[in-house]
Protein backbone atom coordinates (compact mmCIF):
# COMPACT_ATOMS: atom_id res chain seq x y z
CA UNK A 1 0.00 0.00 0.00
CA UNK A 2 1.18 3.33 -0.79
CA UNK A 3 2.63 5.69 1.94
CA UNK A 4 -0.05 8.67 1.18
CA UNK A 5 -3.25 5.80 0.63
CA UNK A 6 -1.99 4.18 3.98
CA UNK A 7 -1.85 7.13 5.89
CA UNK A 8 -5.55 8.48 4.31
CA UNK A 9 -6.88 5.36 5.74
CA UNK A 10 -5.78 5.50 8.71
CA UNK A 11 -6.80 8.90 9.20
CA UNK A 12 -9.97 8.21 8.13
CA UNK A 13 -10.26 4.99 11.21
CA UNK A 14 -8.87 7.72 13.86
CA UNK A 15 -11.27 10.12 12.56
CA UNK A 16 -14.05 7.82 13.20
CA UNK A 17 -12.99 7.52 16.72
CA UNK A 18 -12.50 10.88 17.45
CA UNK A 19 -8.85 10.75 18.10
CA UNK A 20 -7.64 12.70 15.18
CA UNK A 21 -7.68 16.04 16.80
CA UNK A 22 -6.11 15.29 19.69
CA UNK A 23 -2.45 14.62 19.29
CA UNK A 24 -2.72 10.89 19.50
CA UNK A 25 -3.03 10.11 15.61
CA UNK A 26 -0.16 10.11 13.01
CA UNK A 27 2.05 12.03 15.37
CA UNK A 28 5.03 14.59 14.18
CA UNK A 29 7.70 11.64 14.68
CA UNK A 30 5.39 9.81 11.33
CA UNK A 31 6.56 12.54 9.15
CA UNK A 32 10.57 12.32 10.16
CA UNK A 33 12.10 11.40 6.71
CA UNK A 34 13.32 13.95 4.65
CA UNK A 35 11.33 15.03 1.40
CA UNK A 36 12.72 13.63 -1.54
CA UNK A 37 11.57 16.92 -3.51
CA UNK A 38 14.29 19.20 -4.84
CA UNK A 39 15.39 22.12 -3.74
CA UNK A 40 15.13 24.85 -6.68
CA UNK A 41 14.62 28.92 -6.43
CA UNK A 42 11.50 30.07 -5.94
CA UNK A 43 11.40 30.74 -9.98
CA UNK A 44 11.87 27.16 -10.83
CA UNK A 45 9.20 25.32 -8.11
CA UNK A 46 7.37 23.30 -10.83
CA UNK A 47 3.99 22.19 -8.49
CA UNK A 48 2.68 25.05 -5.83
CA UNK A 49 4.74 25.06 -2.44
CA UNK A 50 2.19 25.15 0.62
CA UNK A 51 3.70 27.46 3.05
CA UNK A 52 3.58 29.26 5.92
CA UNK A 53 4.68 32.25 7.66
CA UNK A 54 6.69 31.64 10.61
CA UNK A 55 7.67 35.42 11.27
CA UNK A 56 9.85 35.98 14.12
CA UNK A 57 7.41 33.80 16.72
CA UNK A 58 9.76 30.35 15.50
CA UNK A 59 12.74 32.51 18.27
CA UNK A 60 10.55 34.78 20.11
CA UNK A 61 8.63 31.93 21.30
CA UNK A 62 11.20 29.50 21.84
CA UNK A 63 11.39 28.78 25.09
CA UNK A 64 9.76 27.39 28.47
CA UNK A 65 6.51 27.36 28.39
CA UNK A 66 6.54 28.95 24.60
CA UNK A 67 4.63 26.84 21.60
CA UNK A 68 8.45 26.98 20.09
CA UNK A 69 9.77 25.25 22.78
CA UNK A 70 10.33 22.22 20.48
CA UNK A 71 11.55 22.68 17.60
CA UNK A 72 11.88 19.45 15.81
CA UNK A 73 8.17 18.65 17.35
CA UNK A 74 6.71 21.32 15.83
CA UNK A 75 8.54 21.11 12.32
CA UNK A 76 7.31 17.27 12.41
CA UNK A 77 4.12 18.82 13.21
CA UNK A 78 4.25 21.22 10.17
CA UNK A 79 4.79 18.60 7.97
CA UNK A 80 2.47 16.21 8.98
CA UNK A 81 -0.19 18.94 8.15
CA UNK A 82 1.16 19.00 4.74
CA UNK A 83 2.82 22.10 4.76
CA UNK A 84 6.39 21.77 2.14
CA UNK A 85 7.80 25.77 3.09
CA UNK A 86 7.91 28.08 5.43
CA UNK A 87 8.71 31.96 5.91
CA UNK A 88 10.67 32.96 9.03
CA UNK A 89 12.19 35.77 9.82
CA UNK A 90 15.96 35.42 9.76
CA UNK A 91 17.14 38.02 12.56
CA UNK A 92 19.62 39.29 9.66
CA UNK A 93 19.36 42.76 11.94
CA UNK A 94 20.34 40.84 15.24
CA UNK A 95 22.97 38.04 13.41
CA UNK A 96 24.81 41.25 12.34
CA UNK A 97 27.97 42.83 14.04
CA UNK A 98 27.84 46.02 15.18
CA UNK A 99 29.54 49.08 13.13
CA UNK A 100 32.78 48.29 15.29
CA UNK A 101 32.88 44.35 13.67
CA UNK A 102 30.95 42.87 17.86
CA UNK A 103 29.13 40.17 17.09
CA UNK A 104 26.07 40.15 19.71
CA UNK A 105 25.16 36.58 20.69
CA UNK A 106 21.76 37.38 23.36
CA UNK A 107 19.69 39.99 22.88
CA UNK A 108 16.66 40.28 25.08
CA UNK A 109 13.33 40.87 24.12
CA UNK A 110 11.08 42.80 26.99
CA UNK A 111 7.62 42.43 26.96
CA UNK A 112 5.82 45.72 27.97
CA UNK A 113 2.50 45.19 28.44
CA UNK A 114 0.10 41.70 29.21
CA UNK A 115 -1.71 41.78 26.23
CA UNK A 116 -1.81 38.78 24.08
CA UNK A 117 0.78 38.68 21.42
CA UNK A 118 -0.46 37.56 18.07
CA UNK A 119 3.21 36.61 17.19
CA UNK A 120 6.44 37.24 18.88
CA UNK A 121 6.58 36.80 22.28
CA UNK A 122 4.27 36.70 24.65
CA UNK A 123 6.69 37.05 27.65
CA UNK A 124 9.95 38.80 28.24
CA UNK A 125 12.41 36.41 26.97
CA UNK A 126 16.46 36.43 25.59
CA UNK A 127 17.30 34.78 22.40
CA UNK A 128 20.50 34.07 21.14
CA UNK A 129 19.97 34.43 17.01
CA UNK A 130 23.20 32.29 15.51
CA UNK A 131 22.84 29.60 17.57
CA UNK A 132 19.18 29.62 16.70
CA UNK A 133 19.53 29.63 12.98
CA UNK A 134 22.44 26.52 13.52
CA UNK A 135 20.03 24.47 15.06
CA UNK A 136 16.22 24.99 13.29
CA UNK A 137 17.72 24.94 9.77
CA UNK A 138 18.65 21.58 9.72
CA UNK A 139 15.50 20.34 11.09
CA UNK A 140 13.67 22.09 8.39
CA UNK A 141 15.77 20.68 5.76
CA UNK A 142 14.72 17.29 7.62
CA UNK A 143 11.20 17.12 7.82
CA UNK A 144 11.27 18.36 4.43
CA UNK A 145 10.44 21.93 4.97
CA UNK A 146 11.88 24.50 2.31
CA UNK A 147 13.20 27.84 3.93
CA UNK A 148 11.96 31.65 2.43
CA UNK A 149 14.24 33.65 4.23
CA UNK A 150 12.72 36.90 5.22
CA UNK A 151 12.63 39.97 7.80
CA UNK A 152 10.59 42.07 9.38
CA UNK A 153 13.64 44.16 10.75
CA UNK A 154 12.18 45.02 13.82
CA UNK A 155 13.94 45.62 17.11
CA UNK A 156 11.43 43.54 19.31
CA UNK A 157 12.35 46.00 22.77
CA UNK A 158 15.88 44.63 22.27
CA UNK A 159 17.28 48.28 23.06
CA UNK A 160 19.36 47.92 19.90
CA UNK A 161 19.24 51.29 17.73
CA UNK A 162 22.36 50.99 15.30
CA UNK A 163 21.65 48.60 12.26
CA UNK A 164 18.31 49.94 12.14
CA UNK A 165 19.31 54.07 11.31
CA UNK A 166 22.60 53.00 9.58
CA UNK A 167 22.05 54.13 5.90
CA UNK A 168 23.60 50.72 4.54
CA UNK A 169 22.39 48.65 7.26
CA UNK A 170 19.59 46.67 5.37
CA UNK A 171 22.57 45.45 2.79
CA UNK A 172 24.95 45.12 5.39
CA UNK A 173 22.63 42.81 7.59
CA UNK A 174 21.96 40.45 4.88
CA UNK A 175 25.32 40.21 3.37
CA UNK A 176 26.78 39.13 6.95
CA UNK A 177 24.04 36.70 7.78
CA UNK A 178 24.05 35.16 4.42
CA UNK A 179 27.71 34.90 4.56
CA UNK A 180 27.13 33.23 7.94
CA UNK A 181 24.68 30.95 6.78
CA UNK A 182 26.83 29.82 3.70
CA UNK A 183 30.02 29.61 6.01
CA UNK A 184 27.90 26.84 7.77
CA UNK A 185 26.20 25.17 4.70
CA UNK A 186 22.63 25.96 5.30
CA UNK A 187 21.97 27.64 2.06
CA UNK A 188 21.03 24.86 -0.07
CA UNK A 189 17.26 24.14 1.01
CA UNK A 190 16.54 28.26 0.76
CA UNK A 191 14.01 29.13 -1.99
CA UNK A 192 14.49 32.44 -1.99
CA UNK A 193 15.65 35.84 0.42
CA UNK A 194 12.33 38.01 0.84
CA UNK A 195 14.75 41.19 1.71
CA UNK A 196 12.08 43.12 3.85
CA UNK A 197 8.58 42.69 5.02
CA UNK A 198 5.61 44.36 3.07
CA UNK A 199 8.29 46.85 1.46
CA UNK A 200 7.83 50.16 2.02
CA UNK A 201 6.78 50.78 5.21
CA UNK A 202 5.85 47.81 7.40
CA UNK A 203 8.61 46.80 8.69
CA UNK A 204 11.49 48.43 10.96
CA UNK A 205 14.39 50.14 8.92
CA UNK A 206 13.68 53.28 10.28
CA UNK A 207 16.51 54.68 7.73
CA UNK A 208 14.18 54.00 4.45
CA UNK A 209 10.92 55.61 6.27
CA UNK A 210 12.90 58.72 7.05
CA UNK A 211 14.69 58.90 3.46
CA UNK A 212 10.86 58.57 2.07
CA UNK A 213 9.61 61.06 4.74
CA UNK A 214 12.34 63.57 2.68
CA UNK A 215 10.87 63.06 -0.15
CA UNK A 216 7.18 63.74 0.75
CA UNK A 217 7.43 67.38 -0.15
CA UNK A 218 6.62 68.58 3.43
CA UNK A 219 6.76 72.20 2.91
CA UNK A 220 4.76 73.01 -0.46
CA UNK A 221 1.67 70.71 2.00
CA UNK A 222 2.15 73.04 4.96
CA UNK A 223 1.39 75.94 3.09
CA UNK A 224 -1.33 74.18 1.10
CA UNK A 225 -2.39 72.91 4.29
CA UNK A 226 -1.79 75.51 7.08
CA UNK A 227 -3.88 73.89 9.86
CA UNK A 228 -3.49 70.31 8.94
CA UNK A 229 -1.69 67.47 11.01
CA UNK A 230 1.62 66.17 10.23
CA UNK A 231 1.45 62.06 10.55
CA UNK A 232 4.41 60.42 9.59
CA UNK A 233 4.14 59.35 6.11
CA UNK A 234 2.47 56.40 4.83
CA UNK A 235 5.11 55.80 1.80
CA UNK A 236 2.53 52.90 0.44
CA UNK A 237 0.51 56.29 -0.94
CA UNK A 238 3.27 58.54 -1.63
CA UNK A 239 4.27 60.82 -4.40
CA UNK A 240 6.04 59.80 -7.71
CA UNK A 241 9.58 60.77 -6.33
CA UNK A 242 8.77 58.40 -3.19
CA UNK A 243 7.60 56.00 -5.58
CA UNK A 244 10.76 56.39 -7.42
CA UNK A 245 13.49 56.04 -4.40
CA UNK A 246 11.98 52.81 -2.69
CA UNK A 247 11.94 51.29 -6.49
CA UNK A 248 15.59 52.47 -7.41
CA UNK A 249 16.88 51.63 -3.38
CA UNK A 250 15.25 47.68 -3.78
CA UNK A 251 16.75 47.37 -7.15
CA UNK A 252 20.56 48.45 -5.83
CA UNK A 253 19.91 46.34 -2.81
CA UNK A 254 19.22 43.31 -5.05
CA UNK A 255 21.95 43.70 -7.51
CA UNK A 256 24.78 43.75 -4.83
CA UNK A 257 23.64 41.07 -2.87
CA UNK A 258 22.87 38.93 -6.52
CA UNK A 259 26.59 40.05 -6.88
CA UNK A 260 27.80 38.31 -3.75
CA UNK A 261 25.50 35.31 -3.49
CA UNK A 262 24.73 34.52 -7.22
CA UNK A 263 23.07 30.91 -6.19
CA UNK A 264 20.44 32.68 -4.49
CA UNK A 265 17.10 34.31 -5.53
CA UNK A 266 15.87 37.80 -3.96
CA UNK A 267 13.10 40.00 -3.69
CA UNK A 268 10.88 41.82 -1.30
CA UNK A 269 6.98 41.33 -0.40
CA UNK A 270 4.70 44.15 -0.60
CA UNK A 271 0.95 44.22 1.08
CA UNK A 272 -2.36 45.58 -0.98
CA UNK A 273 -2.08 49.13 0.10
CA UNK A 274 0.91 49.30 -2.27
CA UNK A 275 -0.45 49.79 -5.93
CA UNK A 276 0.59 46.88 -8.11
CA UNK A 277 1.43 49.39 -10.79
CA UNK A 278 4.07 51.45 -8.30
CA UNK A 279 5.66 48.33 -8.30
CA UNK A 280 9.00 47.67 -10.26
CA UNK A 281 9.86 44.35 -10.35
CA UNK A 282 12.93 44.21 -12.95
CA UNK A 283 15.48 42.91 -10.49
CA UNK A 284 13.17 40.79 -8.11
CA UNK A 285 12.89 36.79 -9.06
CA UNK A 286 8.87 36.46 -7.70
CA UNK A 287 5.75 38.89 -6.55
CA UNK A 288 4.64 38.01 -2.96
CA UNK A 289 1.21 40.22 -2.59
CA UNK A 290 -0.69 39.77 0.67
CA UNK A 291 -4.25 40.32 0.70
CA UNK A 292 -6.85 39.75 2.79
CA UNK A 293 -10.86 39.78 2.62
CA UNK A 294 -10.06 42.19 5.94
CA UNK A 295 -8.66 44.72 3.16
CA UNK A 296 -12.28 45.34 1.66
CA UNK A 297 -13.10 47.79 4.78
CA UNK A 298 -16.22 46.56 4.89
CA UNK A 299 -16.59 43.42 6.79
CA UNK A 300 -18.50 44.65 9.79
CA UNK A 301 -16.13 44.33 13.30
CA UNK A 302 -12.98 42.73 11.60
CA UNK A 303 -11.12 45.87 13.32
CA UNK A 304 -12.91 45.83 16.82
CA UNK A 305 -11.87 41.80 16.91
CA UNK A 306 -8.34 42.46 16.20
CA UNK A 307 -7.64 45.21 18.80
CA UNK A 308 -8.20 42.26 21.15
CA UNK A 309 -10.51 44.54 23.89
CA UNK A 310 -11.31 42.07 26.32
CA UNK A 311 -14.33 45.04 27.46
CA UNK A 312 -15.77 43.82 24.38
CA UNK A 313 -18.84 41.74 23.20
CA UNK A 314 -17.03 39.01 21.28
CA UNK A 315 -19.28 37.05 21.10
CA UNK A 316 -22.20 39.37 19.46
CA UNK A 317 -19.49 40.61 17.51
CA UNK A 318 -18.19 37.66 16.15
CA UNK A 319 -22.24 36.81 15.07
CA UNK A 320 -22.45 40.03 13.30
CA UNK A 321 -19.52 39.55 11.11
CA UNK A 322 -20.74 36.36 10.04
CA UNK A 323 -24.21 38.07 8.94
CA UNK A 324 -22.25 40.24 7.50
CA UNK A 325 -20.14 37.65 5.32
CA UNK A 326 -23.58 35.56 4.14
CA UNK A 327 -24.76 38.32 3.29
CA UNK A 328 -22.05 40.17 0.90
CA UNK A 329 -20.53 37.36 0.73
CA UNK A 330 -21.02 37.29 -3.87
CA UNK A 331 -19.57 40.69 -3.80
CA UNK A 332 -16.20 40.07 -1.62
CA UNK A 333 -15.32 37.43 -3.26
CA UNK A 334 -15.67 38.54 -6.66
CA UNK A 335 -13.41 41.69 -4.80
CA UNK A 336 -10.89 38.91 -3.64
CA UNK A 337 -10.69 37.61 -6.86
CA UNK A 338 -10.18 40.60 -8.66
CA UNK A 339 -7.30 41.14 -6.78
CA UNK A 340 -5.48 37.67 -7.43
CA UNK A 341 -6.51 38.01 -11.25
CA UNK A 342 -4.60 41.26 -11.47
CA UNK A 343 -1.61 40.14 -8.50
CA UNK A 344 -1.09 36.80 -11.14
CA UNK A 345 -1.19 39.28 -14.56
CA UNK A 346 1.62 42.03 -13.11
CA UNK A 347 3.85 38.88 -12.47
CA UNK A 348 2.69 36.95 -15.73
CA UNK A 349 4.15 40.70 -17.16
CA UNK A 350 7.33 40.55 -15.74
CA UNK A 351 8.05 36.72 -16.20
CA UNK A 352 7.60 35.98 -12.51
CA UNK A 353 6.78 33.41 -10.15
CA UNK A 354 3.92 34.68 -7.27
CA UNK A 355 2.58 33.71 -4.10
CA UNK A 356 1.11 35.02 -0.84
CA UNK A 357 2.68 34.01 2.16
CA UNK A 358 -0.03 35.92 4.11
CA UNK A 359 -3.68 36.59 3.13
CA UNK A 360 -7.07 35.72 2.76
CA UNK A 361 -9.22 36.42 5.43
CA UNK A 362 -8.27 38.51 8.71
CA UNK A 363 -4.96 39.52 9.46
CA UNK A 364 -5.66 39.40 13.06
CA UNK A 365 -7.82 37.04 14.81
CA UNK A 366 -6.92 34.98 18.34
CA UNK A 367 -8.41 32.39 19.84
CA UNK A 368 -10.72 33.16 22.39
CA UNK A 369 -14.04 31.17 23.48
CA UNK A 370 -16.45 33.97 22.11
CA UNK A 371 -14.66 33.48 18.82
CA UNK A 372 -14.16 30.87 16.27
CA UNK A 373 -11.75 29.99 13.40
CA UNK A 374 -14.91 29.13 10.94
CA UNK A 375 -14.29 32.45 8.21
CA UNK A 376 -10.24 32.22 8.59
CA UNK A 377 -10.88 28.37 7.24
CA UNK A 378 -13.86 29.72 4.43
CA UNK A 379 -11.69 32.20 3.48
CA UNK A 380 -8.99 30.20 2.79
CA UNK A 381 -10.94 27.11 0.92
CA UNK A 382 -12.43 30.37 -1.53
CA UNK A 383 -9.03 32.31 -2.09
CA UNK A 384 -6.77 28.79 -2.78
CA UNK A 385 -8.80 27.71 -5.52
CA UNK A 386 -8.80 31.29 -7.50
CA UNK A 387 -5.14 31.35 -6.88
CA UNK A 388 -4.91 27.83 -8.15
CA UNK A 389 -6.35 29.30 -11.26
CA UNK A 390 -3.54 30.48 -12.43
CA UNK A 391 -0.53 28.46 -13.39
CA UNK A 392 2.29 31.15 -11.82
CA UNK A 393 0.86 30.99 -8.08
CA UNK A 394 3.68 28.56 -6.91
CA UNK A 395 3.78 29.16 -3.26
CA UNK A 396 0.30 29.87 -1.12
CA UNK A 397 -0.43 30.00 2.26
CA UNK A 398 -3.63 28.71 4.48
CA UNK A 399 -3.69 31.98 6.80
CA UNK A 400 -1.43 33.95 9.07
CA UNK A 401 -2.43 31.79 11.56
CA UNK A 402 -0.34 28.46 10.95
CA UNK A 403 1.45 28.70 14.11
CA UNK A 404 1.45 26.73 16.87
CA UNK A 405 -0.33 29.28 19.10
CA UNK A 406 -3.51 29.76 17.46
CA UNK A 407 -4.51 26.29 18.66
CA UNK A 408 -7.92 26.66 17.00
CA UNK A 409 -6.48 26.22 13.91
CA UNK A 410 -3.22 24.25 14.43
CA UNK A 411 -5.47 21.63 16.30
CA UNK A 412 -7.31 20.79 13.09
CA UNK A 413 -5.14 18.55 11.26
CA UNK A 414 -7.34 17.11 9.18
CA UNK A 415 -8.34 20.82 7.93
CA UNK A 416 -4.60 21.48 6.92
CA UNK A 417 -4.06 18.27 5.02
CA UNK A 418 -7.27 18.54 3.16
CA UNK A 419 -5.72 22.27 2.07
CA UNK A 420 -2.43 21.67 1.50
CA UNK A 421 -3.18 18.81 -0.93
CA UNK A 422 -5.10 21.48 -3.07
CA UNK A 423 -2.29 23.98 -2.76
CA UNK A 424 0.15 21.02 -3.37
CA UNK A 425 -1.47 19.08 -6.50
Request: net charge neutral; with cysteine.
Amino acid sequence: MGRRKFIKNTTLGLSSLGLINSGMALGWNSFSSTNSDPVLPISKVKKPLAIAMWDFSWILRHHRYGEFENWEQVIGELAERGYNAIRIDTMPHFVVSTKEGKIINEFRSVKEDWKPSLWGNDYTMSFRPREALLEFLPLCKKYGIKVGLSTWFAPHNTGRTDIFNEQGGLLRAWSETLYFLRDNNLLDNVIYVDLLNEYPVNHGYDWLKKELNKRSDIKQFKIDNPEAHMPDLDASKGNALQVAFHNQFMKDTIRALKERFPELEFFTSYDSGVPLEDIDLSEQAALDYHVWFHHTGKILNIDKIGSRDQSQNLGVLNKDLYSYWTENKFQLVNWIGDRIDHIALKASQNNLVCGNTEGWGPIGWYDHPELDWRWTKESADICIDLARKHDNYKFICTSNFTHPQFKGMWEDVNWHRQITDRIKK
